[in-house]
């Protein structure tokens, strides 16, 4: 399968896995306008293409990604306001939580991560980090609120690391060990070259699996973060009962007692 053309990201496909790779090395993988929108795309294509089962998100050069392209809202006479009404009705496309991605997502921190980068860490499934991986927020630095993001990883670390990291904005940064402490990410790659085989190696693991089933439990799991207890159990109960009758429950079983590798029923490649 051909993806984009994209002028500053990367699609491509190594076996079930498909990545998508932040590729404006030369601004450290800031984020322009024009690459705000490829995002809202590219996303689409990794989930309609039926091959893909894991998605992995990195950057090349070294960075992951750096937030908003600061120098393009300081010069092209529109800044900040061009994204209002998107902020305002919060119409937004650029993570896949925003796009609606059901299928697993891992976020391979490599380098700097900063500022808007944290959307990406906060809506992946899996955060993976390269051993010289520094995180900073610098939002409140350049005269910005640290929001959304922000408040995405409230829901899976402590709130006053969070709190921290927005208010000492670009005067502290935090190491890998600091962030796997935290539980911001989950795993370290050292040395910092084996990021990609490791992620590549953890998404395989990943798409061995079923990948309806995949997608129902991770429906279920993030529905949990929108919810009480007790709206997530009864959600969660609904996506459970989707999945009795699908042919992937007959086969998994039947592979565990012939000792053999399932064969998993594909997820539709049209949304």
Same mark, same amino acid.
């Given at each position: 399968?051909?993806?984009?053309?994209?002028?500053? %990201?990367?699609?491509?496909?190594?076996?079930?896995?498909?990545?998508?790779?932040?590729?404006?090395?030369?601004?450290?993988?800031? =984020?322009?306008?024009?690459?705000?929108?490829?995002?809202?795309? !590219?996303?689409?294509?990794?989930?309609?293409?039926?091959?893909?089962?894991?998605?992995? $998100?990195?950057?090349?050069?070294?960075?992951?990604?750096?937030?908003?392209?600061?120098?393009?809202?300081?010069?092209?006479?529109?800044? =900040?306001?061009?994204?209002?009404?998107? =902020?305002?009705?919060?119409?937004? $496309?650029?993570?896949?939580?925003?796009?609606?991605?059901?299928?697993?997502?891992?976020? !391979?921190?490599?380098?700097?991560?900063?500022?808007?980068?944290?959307?990406?860490?906060?809506?992946?499934?899996?955060?993976?980090?390269?051993?010289?991986?520094?995180?900073?927020?610098?939002?409140?630095?350049?005269?910005?609120?640290?929001?959304?993001?922000?408040?995405?990883?409230?829901?899976? =670390?402590?709130?006053?690391?969070?709190?921290?990291?927005?208010?000492?904005?670009?005067?502290?940064?935090?190491?890998?060990?600091? @962030?796997?402490? %935290?539980?911001?990410?989950?795993?370290?790659?050292?040395?910092?070259?084996?990021?990609?085989?490791?992620?590549? @190696?953890?998404?395989?693991?990943?798409?061995?699996?079923?990948?309806?089933?995949?997608?129902?439990?991770?429906?279920?799991?993030?529905?949990?973060?929108?919810?009480?207890?007790?709206?997530?159990?009864?959600?969660?109960?609904?996506?459970?009962?989707?999945?009795?009758?699908?042919?992937?429950?007959?086969?998994?079983?039947? @592979?565990?007692?012939?000792?053999?590798?399932?064969?998993?029923?594909?997820?539709?490649?049209?949304?």
């Amino acid at each position: 399968m051909t993806y984009g053309p994209y002028e500053n %990201l990367k699609l491509e496909r190594h076996g079930p896995v498909g990545w998508l790779i932040n590729n404006r090395p030369e601004k450290l993988n800031a =984020m322009s306008a024009r690459m705000r929108d490829e995002f809202a795309d !590219a996303w689409l294509e990794l989930d309609r293409d039926p091959a893909v089962r894991v998605i992995v $998100h990195t950057g090349e050069g070294r960075a992951f990604q750096t937030g908003v392209d600061v120098e393009e809202i300081a010069r092209d006479g529109v800044g =900040m306001e061009r994204y209002r009404a998107s =902020m305002e009705d919060f119409d937004l $496309h650029f993570t896949s939580w925003h796009q609606k991605v059901w299928k697993p997502v891992i976020t !391979a921190v490599n380098g700097l991560c900063a500022g808007g980068a944290f959307h990406w860490v906060a809506d992946a499934d899996i955060v993976i980090a390269a051993s010289d991986a520094q995180f900073f927020d610098p939002h409140v630095s350049v005269g910005q609120v640290v929001s959304i993001e922000a408040i995405g990883l409230i829901r899976k =670390m402590p709130v006053e690391a969070v709190m921290r990291m927005a208010f000492v904005g670009r005067y502290e940064r935090m190491d890998a060990a600091r @962030a796997l402490e %935290l539980g911001m990410i989950s795993q370290i790659v050292d040395p910092p070259e084996r990021l990609r085989e490791e992620a590549q @190696a953890l998404a395989e693991k990943i798409a061995r699996n079923s990948p309806a089933a995949m997608a129902a439990t991770k429906r279920a799991l993030w529905g949990a973060l929108e919810s009480g207890l007790t709206d997530a159990c009864r959600a969660g109960a609904r996506e459970l009962v989707s999945m009795w009758g699908h042919p992937d429950q007959t086969e998994g079983p039947a @592979a565990f007692a012939q000792k053999r590798q399932p064969v998993w029923q594909e997820l539709p490649g049209d949304r």
